[in-house]
């Protein structure tokens, strides 16, 4: 055999080395855990064969506590580019096979590189997490690989699109990646998120809590929001990945793509014409709202465990890319509170980061009373949610459905909030209050004073619902640019995206604003 050839087999062998990650057994035993790999989820995720691995020979440097007697091919993380449908993507995946995938100075060099390439490329990241945290052995050099790569996700942020895909633990320090990333997919009864497990929490705070409890999918799908999408597997989280990415833009220069349209543009949704309640404490489901009026009632909802009362998520109008916010009113009566605003206001500056034109469907009643809300900041939530509408440049389009009152209206996407078009259907009630709390305010001596306080009140309710709570006294002023029949809402809200698909709109110029973070 030629020394070329020689060096040809051993290059082959090499690879057979790399592709094993940290050998047989460790792959038998993340099988037997219900966890794929991370060959085996880069695989899932993008379109076959398109994955181009990158240093699949870096090994780690480390000598301390035995260190260099260990080392694998790859060091815990594989690394590359490939597609998904057809558009160029960087990926990485934790290898839980080499160390507990837990974080080198040498990985997160890796895990850099194709960070660096994707800016450069202007291309998305996809982050596969499966790491038990910093690697003791290297002390402070994983500490300062993870700094370099929250440097990277911050400068990122905005540019391109990152995602997370936290597949198995995720603790400690590593947790702040996906934390600053634009979305944090999880799976049921596999992955976990937490700064400090179980055993820490119990010496410290003498709490007993098990890891799913602490920091598991449920929870960070229903408690903290800390996760946009609660997968049941590994499988379903790869494909929500998938289906996400078909929303959004390679980068912030960029369109969202956009997608062959079967659905009629004037398909009339009766319904619509009976949806809303006569009484006005009466609730109804927004989502049906949503499915009748989006292309072929396709919409991937995020949190959709997490402050209910207010619905966000991405849909099509015309094969047109769009971010809906709705309130709920079958949850809460859709009022807003911490939150929701909370919620709101980063999938608002997602959208907007990224050319996806807004649709808000409004029917809000206010903002949640109650010292938990006041203690919890809901002044500062609240205003993060008005400011990521009013900051804003893309295509807002709005439609009020039934209640718009006070300071909730002005937050919703309202005309003085820079929203481009804004639609009413007759069932709108847009005033500072609703009319039994308006007459208290300003009929009570009158009421007082009366022979029948109630019958007062009762009058001065319905004369003031009828002057006030409709959507004609706010149209009358330009704040409503045209109340509609609700089944023809699909074919105004297209119309109103495809006058605004030129829109240039400059913010002043400055370092950035101080919104309440």
Same mark, same amino acid.
């Given at each position: 055999?030629?020394?070329?050839?020689?060096?040809?087999?051993?290059?082959? +062998?090499?690879?057979?080395?790399?592709?094993?990650?940290?050998?047989?057994?460790?792959?038998?035993?993340?099988?037997?855990?219900?966890?794929?790999?991370?060959?085996?989820?880069?695989?899932?995720?993008?379109?076959?064969?398109?994955?181009?691995?990158?240093?699949?020979?870096?090994?780690?440097?480390?000598?301390?506590?035995?260190?260099?007697?260990?080392?694998?091919?790859?060091?815990?993380?594989?690394?590359?580019?490939?597609?998904?449908?057809?558009?160029?993507?960087?990926?990485?995946?934790?290898?839980?096979? =080499?160390?507990?995938?837990?974080?080198?100075?040498?990985?997160?060099?890796?895990?850099?590189?194709?960070?660096?390439?994707?800016?450069?490329?202007?291309?998305?990241?996809?982050?596969?997490?499966?790491?038990?945290?910093?690697?003791?052995? +290297?002390?402070?050099?994983?500490?300062?690989?993870?700094?370099?790569?929250?440097?990277?996700?911050?400068?990122?942020?905005?540019?391109?699109?990152? $995602?997370?895909?936290?597949?198995?633990?995720?603790?400690?320090?590593?947790?702040?990646?996906?934390?600053?990333?634009?979305?944090?997919?999880?799976? &049921?009864?596999?992955?976990?998120?937490?700064?400090?497990?179980?055993?820490?929490?119990?010496?410290?705070?003498?709490?007993?809590?098990?890891?799913?409890?602490?920091?598991?999918?449920?929870?960070?799908?229903?408690?903290?929001?800390?996760?946009?999408?609660?997968?049941?597997?590994? +499988?379903?989280?790869? &494909?929500?990945?998938? &289906?996400?990415?078909?929303? $959004?833009?390679?980068?912030?220069?960029?369109?969202?793509?956009?997608?062959?349209?079967?659905?009629?543009?004037?398909?009339?949704?009766?319904?619509?014409?009976?949806? !809303?309640?006569?009484?006005?404490?009466?609730?109804?489901?927004?989502?049906?709202? !949503?499915?009748?009026? #989006?292309?072929?009632?396709?919409?991937?909802?995020?949190?959709?465990?997490?402050?209910?009362?207010?619905?966000?998520?991405?849909?099509?109008?015309?094969?047109?890319?769009?971010?809906?916010?709705?309130?709920?009113?079958?949850?809460?009566?859709? =009022?807003?509170?911490?939150?929701?605003?909370?919620?709101?206001?980063?999938?608002?500056?997602?959208?907007?980061?990224?050319?996806?034109?807004? #649709?808000?469907?409004?029917?809000?009643?206010?903002?949640?009373?109650?010292?938990?809300?006041?203690?919890?900041?809901?002044?500062?939530?609240?205003?993060?949610?008005?400011?990521?509408?009013?900051?804003?440049?893309?295509?807002? #389009?709005?439609?009020?459905?039934?209640?718009?009152?006070?300071?909730?209206?002005?937050?919703?996407?309202?005309?003085?909030?820079?929203?481009?078009?804004?639609?009413?259907?007759?069932?709108?009630?847009?005033?500072?209050?609703?009319?039994?709390?308006?007459?208290?305010?300003?009929?009570?001596? +009158?009421?007082?004073?009366?022979?029948?306080?109630?019958?007062?009140?009762?009058?001065?309710?319905?004369?003031?619902?009828?002057?006030?709570?409709?959507?004609?006294?706010?149209?009358?002023?330009?704040?409503?640019?045209?109340?509609?029949?609700?089944?023809?809402?699909?074919?105004?809200?297209?119309?109103?995206?495809?006058?605004?698909?030129?829109?240039?709109?400059?913010?002043?110029?400055?370092?950035?604003?101080?919104?309440?973070?």
């Amino acid at each position: 055999m030629s020394s070329q050839l020689e060096k040809v087999k051993e290059l082959i +062998e090499l690879r057979t080395e790399a592709k094993l990650g940290g050998g047989q057994k460790a792959i038998d035993k993340q099988h037997e855990r219900g966890k794929y790999t991370a060959r085996e989820r880069i695989a899932q995720l993008l379109d076959e064969g398109s994955f181009e691995e990158l240093d699949m020979f870096v090994r780690h440097r480390c000598t301390n506590f035995g260190q260099e007697k260990k080392s694998y091919l790859g060091d815990g993380v594989v690394t590359g580019y490939g597609t998904i449908d057809g558009r160029l993507v960087y990926v990485f995946a934790q290898d839980f096979t =080499v160390f507990g995938g837990s974080l080198s100075e040498t990985m997160a060099l890796k895990i850099c590189k194709v960070m660096d390439m994707a800016m450069k490329m202007g291309a998305p990241v996809i982050g596969l997490n499966d790491s038990g945290g910093a690697r003791i052995q +290297e002390g402070i050099n994983a500490l300062a690989g993870y700094a370099e790569i929250f440097q990277r996700n911050i400068m990122a942020s905005g540019v391109i699109p990152q $995602i997370s895909g936290i597949l198995g633990p995720c603790a400690g320090g590593a947790v702040y990646s996906p934390a600053l990333t634009d979305f944090t997919i999880m799976t &049921k009864g596999i992955s976990y998120m937490f700064l400090t497990g179980p055993k820490v929490v119990k010496t410290v705070t003498g709490e007993d809590v098990t890891q799913d409890a602490l920091g598991g999918a449920e929870v960070h799908s229903t408690k903290s929001g800390v996760c946009h999408f609660a997968a049941e597997d590994g +499988e379903e989280a790869l &494909k929500i990945i998938r &289906k996400l990415f078909s929303y $959004i833009p390679q980068n912030n220069l960029e369109e969202p793509p956009l997608v062959e349209c079967t659905d009629p543009i004037d398909r009339l949704e009766d319904s619509l014409n009976e949806i !809303i309640p006569d009484s006005a404490t009466r609730p109804y489901d927004m989502y049906e709202v !949503i499915g009748a009026i #989006v292309d072929n009632g396709e919409f991937l909802e995020i949190q959709r465990d997490y402050a209910k009362n207010l619905i966000v998520g991405f849909a099509r109008f015309n094969g047109q890319a769009v971010g809906i916010v709705a309130n709920q009113p079958k949850y809460l009566a859709g =009022v807003l509170d911490s939150n929701a605003s909370r919620k709101g206001a980063r999938f608002v500056r997602f959208c907007d980061a990224f050319n996806i034109p807004l #649709v808000t469907l409004v029917d809000v009643p206010g903002f949640l009373p109650g010292t938990g809300q006041e203690y919890n900041g809901v002044i500062l939530h609240g205003a993060k949610l008005l400011y990521a509408y009013g900051e804003a440049t893309v295509p807002k #389009v709005t439609v009020t459905l039934r209640k718009s009152y006070g300071g909730s209206h002005i937050v919703m996407s309202c005309k003085q909030l820079r929203g481009d078009m804004n639609y009413a259907w007759p069932t709108a009630e847009i005033a500072v209050m609703g009319g039994a709390g308006a007459v208290e305010v300003l009929y009570a001596k +009158e009421a007082k004073a009366s022979e029948n306080p109630a019958q007062v009140l009762a009058e001065k309710e319905a004369e003031y619902n009828k002057l006030f709570c409709n959507p004609y006294n706010a149209a009358r002023y330009g704040y409503i640019d045209d109340v509609i029949e609700p089944r023809n809402t699909r074919f105004r809200v297209i119309r109103a995206l495809q006058q605004l698909a030129t829109k240039k709109v400059l913010n002043p110029a400055k370092k950035h604003g101080n919104i309440p973070l």
